[in-house]
């Protein structure tokens, strides 16, 4: 059985990620303080693989507390490393949390894995790092533009700290995460309130919100609203997995899009959510909101022929579990 330790285990990619790497026969650990997270997503993956998980709670950018996290568990077959804050308005806010966090977790990460001779990482990344792209779909060759926010330039940053390091790694460019486990014992669980759009037109669904604002519709876009990739949380859990399988075969640097290729617009993601869930969205048009692309879905090539991975679940299903997310949680 092979030993994965998992930073950001309990979080919301982590916890259906440690699903899907049980269900593949892995033996995962959970490296997780739970600063965004909640100790449920724990119980609901035990529940889900009527199993006990093993949760090591521990800060990653602590080395002393990685250094007992490594020597402890023996032998480590590769890390997926998720911990990290996310919140793009926050980062702007107080850039130096994203800096300190972000890349000082790696940092650790990858002195530890040095010091223990374990080889393979796989990385959360983010299509972010593309900025606006020249081309679309997005394939990995296309250049990083200058970063929006502090927490996209994190991510560029750690993308070259692993070039510049000898171990095996894949950068993972996730595109718009959606939706959450058919049996909703895992999901979101941060403390902040949502930025992103699913989880908002949700809010609006059970009434946290009166209606939902669409930053912009005079893009250059069909309908005028922005486009993007949204990828249902499950099929990116996977994602990993084969990452994982893929990496231990082969050594040296890849980076891979981890989207579904499709392209999906703001009044488009709003309708597919009120049609499969029978239910009206209040919404308004607003102005742009600052910092936005236009246009952004993944050319999936790459991933789909490496990695052997496609995407099996449509939008209207992560918006169903998204939907079910929210009233029960
Ligand atoms: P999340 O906040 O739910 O999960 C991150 C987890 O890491 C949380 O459980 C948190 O408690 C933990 N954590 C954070 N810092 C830690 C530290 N120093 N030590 C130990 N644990 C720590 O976020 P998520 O949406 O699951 O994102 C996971 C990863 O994917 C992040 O790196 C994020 O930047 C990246 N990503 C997310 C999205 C998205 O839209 N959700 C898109 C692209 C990339
Ligand atoms: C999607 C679309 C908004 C809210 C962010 C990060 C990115 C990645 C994913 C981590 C946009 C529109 C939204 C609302 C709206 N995360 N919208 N009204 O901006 O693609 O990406 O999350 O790596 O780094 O930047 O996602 O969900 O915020 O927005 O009209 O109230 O929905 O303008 O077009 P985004 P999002």
């Known amino acids: 059985m092979r030993k994965i330790l998992v930073t950001g285990g309990a979080g919301y990619i982590g916890s259906h990620t440690i699903v899907e790497l049980i269900t593949a026969g892995y033996t995962p650990i959970i490296v997780d303080n739970l600063c965004n997270t909640s100790h449920k997503n724990i119980d609901g993956i035990e529940s889900i693989i009527d199993a006990k998980v093993k949760w090591r709670n521990a800060d990653c950018t602590n080395k002393y507390a990685m250094d007992k996290v490594f020597s402890e568990e023996g032998k480590i077959d590769g890390i997926i490393h998720f911990a990290a804050h996310k919140s793009v308005e926050e980062s702007v806010k107080n850039p130096q949390k994203y800096y300190d966090n972000n890349i000082g977790s790696l940092k650790v990460v990858l002195k530890c894995m040095q010091e223990n001779e374990v080889k393979n990482i796989i990385f959360s990344s983010s299509c972010t790092v593309y ?7 997005v394939d990995e060759n296309a250049p990083f533009k200058k970063a929006e ?11 070259e700290m692993l070039k510049s390091d000898n171990c095996n790694s894949v950068a993972l460019r996730y ?4 939706g959450s486990h058919p049996t909703t014992l895992i999901g979101d669980c941060s403390a902040d309130r949502p930025s992103n759009l699913v989880p908002i037109i949700a809010e609006c669904a059970i009434g946290k919100r009166e209606y939902i604002t669409i930053f912009g519709d005079d893009y250059n876009t069909p309908d005028g609203t922005c486009i993007r990739d949204y990828i249902h949380v499950v099929d990116l859990a996977k994602s990993h997995v084969k990452a994982m399988e893929f990496l231990i075969k082969n050594r040296g640097k890849h980076a891979f899009n981890v989207g579904t290729g499709i392209g ?3 009044l488009e993601a709003v309708k597919a959510f009120e049609k499969i869930n029978n239910l009206k969205i209040n919404y308004s048009i607003g102005p742009r909101r600052s910092g936005d ?37």
Do not use: H, R
């Open 131 to 137: 900025g606006m792209p020249d081309v679309l779909p």
């Open 175 to 178: 595109f718009n995460p959606i």
């Open 149 to 159: 926010s502090p927490y996209g330039e994190t991510k560029q940053i750690c993308e």
């Open 293 to 329: 692309i236009e246009e952004i879905y993944a050319n999936v090539n790459l991933v789909n022929i490496k990695l052997d991975w496609e995407p099996k679940e449509i939008l209207e299903k992560a918006m169903k579990s998204a939907w079910d997310w929210e009233k029960k949680k």
């Open 264 to 266: 999906v617009s703001v």
